[in-house]
């Protein structure tokens, strides 16, 4: 911190807010300045943290149905799947080998853990029966 503060006193390190707030400091100034930054606790920098398997699935569950059993014929039944397809079908949509917008938003920022979680968690749901009528158009 010490070397960064002499930079910016020196205008060697640029920057349009420290640069005028250190030009005044003395070099005793700016060692206190910087033996009181080094001595703070640093803060937490707000990373939340992992979604549990059963948290992701409230996400999943949102589109897919409850536990996984889709009632939209657009929309996949998740539930009693096996596991190894669940986990290459979600890595598929994560690298884009598989598309869909919605899939790929939601895909990209799961690591292989939590697909790996997502998997057993929805092969692991009762799969419901579900039949499609379709409506003939008048």
Same mark, same amino acid.
């Given at each position: 911190? &010490? =070397?960064?503060? =002499?930079?910016?006193?020196?205008?060697?390190?640029? $920057?349009?807010?420290? #640069?005028?707030?250190?030009?005044?400091?003395?070099? *005793? /100034?700016?060692?206190?300045?910087?033996?009181?930054?080094? +001595?703070? *606790?640093?803060?937490?920098? /707000?990373?939340?943290?992992? &979604?549990?398997?059963?948290?992701?699935?409230?996400?999943? $569950?949102?589109? %897919?149905?409850?536990? +996984?059993?889709?009632? =939209?014929?657009?929309?996949?039944?998740?539930?009693?799947?096996?596991?190894?397809?669940? *986990?290459?079908? !979600?890595?598929?949509?994560?690298? +884009?080998?598989? #598309?869909?917008?919605?899939?790929?938003?939601?895909?990209?920022?799961? #690591? $292989?853990? $939590? !697909?790996? +979680?997502?998997?057993? %968690?929805?092969? =692991?749901?009762? /799969?419901?029966?579900?039949?499609?009528?379709?409506?003939?158009?008048?």
């Amino acid at each position: 911190m &010490l =070397r960064a503060l =002499r930079a910016y006193k020196a205008a060697t390190r640029d $920057d349009e807010t420290m #640069t005028p707030k250190v030009k005044n400091f003395s070099d *005793d /100034g700016l060692k206190a300045f910087a033996v009181y930054y080094a +001595g703070l *606790d640093p803060k937490p920098l /707000g990373i939340l943290k992992p &979604l549990s398997p059963d948290e992701w699935a409230e996400k999943c $569950d949102r589109c %897919h149905g409850v536990n +996984g059993n889709s009632v =939209r014929p657009e929309v996949p039944a998740l539930a009693a799947q096996r596991v190894d397809y669940l *986990d290459e079908a !979600i890595k598929a949509y994560r690298s +884009g080998v598989r #598309t869909s917008p919605e899939m790929a938003a939601m895909s990209s920022i799961l #690591t $292989d853990d $939590d !697909i790996a +979680g997502l998997a057993a %968690h929805y092969a =692991r749901q009762k /799969g419901r029966p579900v039949v499609f009528i379709p409506v003939p158009e008048k």
